[in-house]
């Protein structure tokens, strides 16, 4: 038999089910997931001190026998006109005395539900493991969408007699659906034991554009590398949690995130690709608790915001806690991104923070450009511009990596860039005009009312993150600096010495996506890996870029001028242009 049930957490509403949750409008509004949620709407109304709640005898003590007669006045308003109600539900009179008031409450209660981010966690145990993912969303998630707009529409109609004359087709039940899994181990032993059972996400489905407003929009501190394994002094609620396993490049790494940061843990999926069974057969790369109890890591070190490399087991353990000052999505995206690029070093390849494309030209002129900068440098704005600016002259645009990637070398070739993700996390306020609102069918949107708003929405196929590219052209995103006649759009470098030294200060004009302002600097504009191991980046980076030198790569910066006020679109269009011209003159 079908189960489900119902929890909210702060303006989140989790549903579980392992079935089709209700047939009937009926069946709905006698459900008690549903009596659950009149009882936390009347209260709420009750703080509000609401005159929609006259629909009951008194507004001031609302009795559980009052909450019954509404659920019975309801449960017959989807089958019956109000005007008969009355003579068989003893009380209903009082709920239908004023047909304006007890619709306006109707269409309380249906808003007031469509206000939280609302998920649906499907379980696979009671379909057949060959059943097709559509079907199960189709038997769970798209079935409870069309019975709450239905249940909404049946009740208004018979309350005041008038069928709508025009529909709405909104997303009515969840908005964000997995189908989890139990049945993968994990393939580590040990104090990992603590994960066993916590549940596998194996299908999402999204209902985009969807709008989120999680705790945070900036981070602060910084990932501090730590020698003590997280799980030794953490304690997880395992029914609490859920896990994305992600493939990061060609890494797996398995991130673990708590109920109170659903909305940001399962935005993931816009962002890097879904593991494939194979790939969960075998240890991970990485593991990644988002959420852990709150002061359990406050002392272990500065920031509590901390990954640990455990040799033995030849993978790395990061964790952050679970407090709203981390409820931020850039601290899920860059504490996975630190464990991939620490991971790439530790194979003697080199990790960047940057926009890697391949552009094809209709003359049959061809690049492949790195752009290297921290964040707000211009990088994806930069070729965002060029995509638009140069639609014309542009055959193909192959996205590899948007914000971070490595680099690996041979004996023979180029040397060769690889990406991570196949999403993007922008800006909203650096995209071309209309940008966001172009790709919206398929976009995250988080903090659009604050500062840093954000889009998460993918750019990119795992297949071109992975394929590796040879590259042609490596360039500094220099957003700080103005342009003139020492000083050009894109200058170029002759010796590997004067590249490091403008790679290595990293120096960028801060856009206010962290909590820094002002001009800052940050090793190789990456704190993300690279200063936590920095012996071993210095080697590496060394013999990167004589081998860029060596393999005729063009090294340069490019200057977007992203941070100078005025300049946040003029900037990168010109830098575009330019661009542009150097690869029509290759």
């Excluded at 559980?64 to 007669?69: A, F, H, L, P, V």
């Excluded at 493991?129 to 998630?141: G, L, R």
């Excluded at 949690?241 to 659903?262: D, M, Q, S």
């Excluded at 070739?413 to 790709?439: M, S």
């Amino acid at each position: 038999m079908a189960t489900y049930s119902f929890e909210s957490v702060g303006k989140k509403v989790l549903i579980r089910a392992s079935g089709k949750m209700c047939d009937t409008p009926g069946e709905l509004v006698t459900s008690k997931p549903f009596r659950e949620f009149l009882c936390a709407t009347v209260a709420h109304l009750s703080q509000k001190d609401s005159p929609l709640l006259n629909i009951f005898p008194s507004s001031k003590q609302i009795e559980d026998t009052e909450i019954d007669i509404l659920v019975q006045t309801l449960f017959y308003l989807t089958k019956v006109k109000g005007e008969v109600i009355p003579d068989i539900v003893k009380g209903s009179d009082v709920v239908l005395r004023d047909i304006d008031l007890c619709n306006a409450f109707v269409e309380y209660l249906y808003n007031y539900w469509r206000s939280f981010d609302r998920f649906a966690i499907c379980s696979s145990t009671v379909y057949e493991m060959e059943e097709k993912p559509e079907t199960i969303f189709n038997d769970i998630v798209e079935h409870f969408s069309h019975l709450v707009r239905k249940t909404y529409r049946d009740i208004q109609e018979n309350i005041t007699g008038i069928p709508p004359s025009i529909y709405r087709q909104v997303r009515a039940g969840a908005e964000i659906a997995a189908i989890t899994s139990a049945q993968y181990p994990l393939c580590v032993d040990g104090v990992y034991e603590k994960l066993r059972g916590i549940l596998m996400i194996r299908q999402v489905l999204l209902y985009p554009p969807l709008i989120l407003n999680p705790p945070m929009n900036k981070r602060t501190g910084r990932f501090v590398r730590i020698d003590i394994n997280p799980l030794e002094v953490v304690s997880l609620k395992i029914h609490e949690w859920l896990c994305y396993p992600a493939k990061v490049g060609e890494l797996t790494i398995l991130i673990y995130f708590h109920r109170n940061f659903f909305e940001l843990g399962f935005s993931l999926c816009n962002l890097f690709q879904l593991a494939e069974s194979e790939d969960l057969t075998k240890p991970p790369d990485g593991i990644y608790l988002f959420g852990v109890p709150a002061t359990s890591l406050d002392q272990l070190a500065e920031f509590p915001t901390v990954f640990y490399d455990d040799h033995e087991n030849h993978l790395l353990v990061a964790a952050i806690p679970n407090r709203d000052e981390f409820g931020y999505f850039g601290y899920l995206k860059k504490m996975v991104l630190t464990l991939h690029n620490t991971i790439i070093m530790q194979r003697g390849e080199l990790p960047f923070h940057g926009a890697f494309v391949k552009i094809k030209l209709h003359n049959m002129k061809e690049a492949s450009i790195l752009l290297i900068g921290d964040t707000g440098a211009g990088k994806s704005e930069t070729l965002e511009a060029f995509r638009i600016l140069g639609d014309e002259h542009i055959k193909e645009m192959t996205v590899i990596a948007d914000d971070m990637g490595s680099i690996k070398l041979s004996r023979s070739d180029k040397p060769k860039g690889y990406g991570t993700e196949i999403g993007a996390f922008v800006r909203l306020d650096d995209l071309q005009p209309g940008y966001a609102f172009g790709q919206i069918d398929r976009t995250i949107i988080m903090s659009p009312n604050q500062v840093n708003a954000r889009a998460v929405l993918p750019v990119t196929t795992y297949a071109n993150v992975v394929k590796g590219y040879p590259i042609d052209m490596v360039l500094y995103a220099n957003n700080y600096e103005e342009i003139d006649e020492d000083h050009p759009i894109i200058e170029q470098f002759t010796k590997p010495k004067d590249a490091l030294r403008v790679f290595r200060e990293g120096t960028v004009m801060s856009k206010g996506t962290t909590m820094s302002t002002g001009l800052i600097h940050s090793y190789f504009a990456n704190i993300f890996g690279p200063p936590q191991y920095k012996e071993l980046h210095e080697r590496i980076s060394e013999r990167y870029f004589k081998a860029f030198f060596a393999n005729n790569v063009f090294v340069g910066q490019i200057r977007t001028r992203l941070g100078i006020p005025g300049c946040e679109s003029s900037g990168p269009e010109l830098a575009a242009k330019e661009l542009l011209t150097m690869i029509q003159d290759l």
